[in-house]
């Protein structure tokens, strides 16, 4: 049971580059998150998919689009990159449910955007 | 924006002291939940505690909750060099889907 996986771990990008983010979860939940960390900032929600087949913007959604593939997957893709989105990038998952929603979460990945 | 502020932003202990964070929001919430971050990992779950919980226990964490000031505290007592992690308090707010909003963090030393 590997719980919220994440790759790549590690991702250096050139302004303008995309690139995609891979989250996979095998716990069976229904919902899924993607979170970035910067300094300071505690984590923020870029996007999150309350199940299958639905997706909603965040707090931080510009720049960003993301993909629930089925209900284990949910990636989050990077158009055009830009040194703003030099962070630490986590993927979460829930059982779901508004009274609980206690989070999972994946290793991260750092990503530095030159 | 950022719904808990936590305090102190930094603590630094002995092995064996307690420590004590604190969390502070700003709207009515479900659920308050403690999370504890080491370095360069992501996020582990610690304790829950529902809005019509006044305090909770789990092994050597206590939680309150004081609804009326929108606060919260987390207490670990005893602490070991292994509780050295950054904390963050994140909150479930009641008119939501399910989204947590977290707090700042913070980052605990415990020297051996």
């Known amino acids: 049971n590997a719980g919220v996986t994440q790759t790549p771990k590690f991702q250096v990008l050139k302004t303008g580059q995309s690139m995609t983010l891979q989250c996979a979860q095998d716990m069976n939940h229904n919902s899924m998150y993607w979170y970035r960390q910067d300094p300071g900032m505690g984590l923020r929600l870029i996007y999150y998919?309350?199940?299958?087949?639905?997706?909603d913007k965040g707090e931080v959604p510009n720049g960003y689009n993301v993909s629930r593939l089925n209900k284990r997957e949910f990636s989050l893709r990077l158009e055009s990159a830009a040194p703003s989105q030099t962070s630490v990038y986590f993927c979460?998952?829930?059982?779901?449910?508004?009274?609980?929603?206690?989070?999972?979460f994946g290793p991260g990945t750092r990503l530095t955007v030159l | 924006s950022q719904q808990g502020e936590e305090d102190p932003q930094a603590l630094s202990i002995q092995e064996g002291e307690n420590a004590t964070m604190n969390c502070s929001y700003k709207t009515s919430i479900n659920n308050l939940q403690w999370y504890r971050q080491n370095s360069g990992r992501g996020l582990v779950h610690l304790i829950l505690?529902?809005?019509?919980?006044r305090e909770k226990h789990s092994g050597r964490l206590r939680v309150t909750l004081d609804t009326s000031k929108k606060s919260s505290s987390l207490l670990i007592t005893a602490s070991r060099a292994a509780d050295t992690a950054s904390y963050f308090c994140?909150?479930?707010?009641?008119?939501?889907?399910?989204?947590?909003?977290f707090g700042q963090g913070t980052t605990l030393q415990v020297k051996p």
């Open positions: 505690i529902r809005s019509n919980e």
């Open positions: 979460a998952s829930s059982a779901s449910g508004v009274t609980l929603n206690e989070q999972f």
């Open positions: 994140a909150t479930l707010r009641s008119s939501n889907t399910g989204k947590l909003i």
């Open positions: 998919s309350a199940s299958e087949g639905t997706t």
